[in-house]
């Protein structure tokens, strides 16, 4: 923990390092522009490498995925003269470790020549990755430069859905046959001279390339070198098919503590690996996704994005946001004549909206986290449902008394505090039923659950929360 809180420091203090350069590189370029001088468009040229090249020397000193951390921290002017600093053999591990909207941003910037030589240096999964966002053009001129082999691995890899094992797999795997000794998988080794990153094991195939085990390094090393492969391997790996849903492959990589996995075809043809580093992309790409969607948003966001691209991504649930306030609004018009007479339910109608929508978020949270995890099925739903219901129960008689002896104390009315209390229970009980169901109904329907999940259960609550209090209190109070 200690030594993720230093690196995370000194990526801020890497931060702050380039944000004083770009700062001080502004203020002497406006100086010098400002000056009249001999020959001033020369001085003016001299001084602005000057200050620049101690800041590519600082980019050149950090990792790529720092550099991206930084691109993104930046605003779009800074951030653009900043990439024009990064050293062009960088460009495409820098292009995949940004996020998609900033990506957008460091392409359109680049011309033709720069994006083709970006991706020349990436390997085949990896030009997957970034081959959506490439122009057609580019992407075409891509294609001529690949063998065979690789133009069929790339177009395999773009066959499959962005959650899917074959979409998130490499084809940087090692090989060896199961009928040689350890010695001479040593030596096959010393001759490649270097492992592709988190090899943990290497991969048996037969002569047709069906996978028939795997070999861990660790008992490579341990083992006498005259035993076979075969004796020495285990027979039984945990496999991936490369059409498999990606979380629940994550999961397993989880539960079964993997570092590297065979990912193979119907025929059991090893067609390439899943990697940690991988499934730890596409782990925090999904909480990211997540957390969007339950605010609403369509997709990821560069926060120094125009105006207008960020209204765009943020309008559609703001509009259905608009229209459930409205009908919220009217259900408040309904009892007009209840708060005329009782002004106290003006003062004491937000609360019990308020904390229904908390609590039918907080269902709506772990719903969805149990969905995402394949926890909810058939068989428990039952069970699930009634657990909420009762949780939910119990909140509402604790903080619905507390709020009811408020209430008295406050208004001196015994009736007031009954109303409070039972609507308060009632429409926790509201939120827990729409908690549950939403998220579930959603999946039904083959659609994210997550997707704007808070803003209808928000919705509900509010409209339900009102019409709950105003109406007991208007049978009740008047």
């Known amino acids: ?69 930084i691109l993104e921290a930046l605003p779009i002017e800074q951030r653009l003269l900043v990439w024009d600093l990064v050293k062009a053999e960088r460009d495409g591990e820098i292009l995949l470790e940004v996020s998609d909207a900033v990506r957008q941003t460091l392409i359109a910037r680049m011309d033709s020549e720069e ?25 075409q001129e891509l294609l001529v430069t690949l063998d065979s082999q690789n133009r069929e691995r790339l ?4 066959s499959y859905p962005d959650d899917t094992v074959g979409a998130l797999m490499d084809f940087d795997i090692v090989t060896i046959r199961d009928d040689i000794s350890l010695e001479v998988a040593l030596r096959y080794l010393r001759r490649l001279g270097k492992l592709p990153d988190h090899s943990d094991k290497l991969f048996v195939v037969d002569r047709r390339d069906r996978l028939l085990g795997v070999l861990p390094l660790k008992r490579l090393v341990v083992n006498d070198p005259e035993l076979s492969v075969a004796a020495v391997m285990a027979d039984d790996p945990v496999i991936f098919h490369p059409e498999e849903d990606a979380s629940e492959a ?18 059991n043809k090893l067609v390439g690996r899943l990697t940690v580093d991988a499934v730890m992309d596409f782990i925090r790409e999904e909480s990211e996704s997540e957390v969007l969607s339950l605010a609403g948003l369509r997709e990821e966001e560069d926060i120094f994005s125009s105006v207008w691209k960020s ?22 018009g309904l009892f007009e ?9 003006a003062a004491l109608m937000p609360i019990v909206a308020g904390i229904g929508g908390n609590s039918g978020n907080q269902t709506i949270t772990m719903i ?48 007031l505090g009954l109303v409070m209390t039972g609507a308060m229970t009632l429409n926790l009980l509201l939120a827990a039923i729409m908690g549950v169901g939403i998220p579930l109904l959603m999946t039904k329907l083959g659609r994210d659950p997550a997707v704007g999940s808070s803003v209808m259960i928000t919705a509900v609550t509010d409209s339900g929360g009102f019409f709950i209090f105003l109406g007991l209190a208007t049978v009740f109070l008047m």
């Not at 522009?33 to 200050?51: F, G, I």
């Not at 004549?337 to 339910?345: F, N, P």
């Open 1 to 69: 923990m200690a030594e993720h809180d230093q690196s995370k420091e000194s990526l801020q203090e890497s931060l702050q390092q380039v944000i004083h350069l770009l700062s001080k590189h502004r203020l002497v370029e406006s100086l010098v522009h400002k000056q009249d001088m001999p020959r001033h468009d020369l001085v003016e040229t001299l001084v602005h490498k000057q200050n620049l090249t101690e800041l590519q020397k600082k980019l050149d000193e950090l990792h790529p995925a720092d550099v991206a951390y």
């Open 250 to 267: 994550a999961q397993a990589f989880a539960r079964y503590d993997l570092v590297t996995a065979p990912v193979v075809d119907a025929d």
């Open 115 to 139: 994006l083709l030589a970006a991706a020349e240096q990436l390997d085949t999964d990896e030009i997957a990755d970034l081959a959506p966002d490439l122009p057609q053009d580019v992407f």
């Open 311 to 332: 209204m765009q991504n943020r309008w559609t649930w703001l509009a259905i946001n608009l229209v459930t306030a409205f009908i919220a609004s009217r259900v408040i």
């Open 155 to 158: 177009t395999s890899a773009m």
């Open 368 to 415: 969805v986290r149990g969905l995402a995890l394949g926890q909810i099925n058939m068989h428990n739903m039952k069970t699930l449902f009634m657990k909420e219901i009762g949780v939910s129960l119990l909140n509402g008689l604790i903080w619905g008394g507390v709020l009811g002896v408020a209430a008295y104390f406050l208004y001196h009315n015994v009736a």
């Open 337 to 345: 004549g209840s708060i005329e007479r009782i002004v106290a339910l």
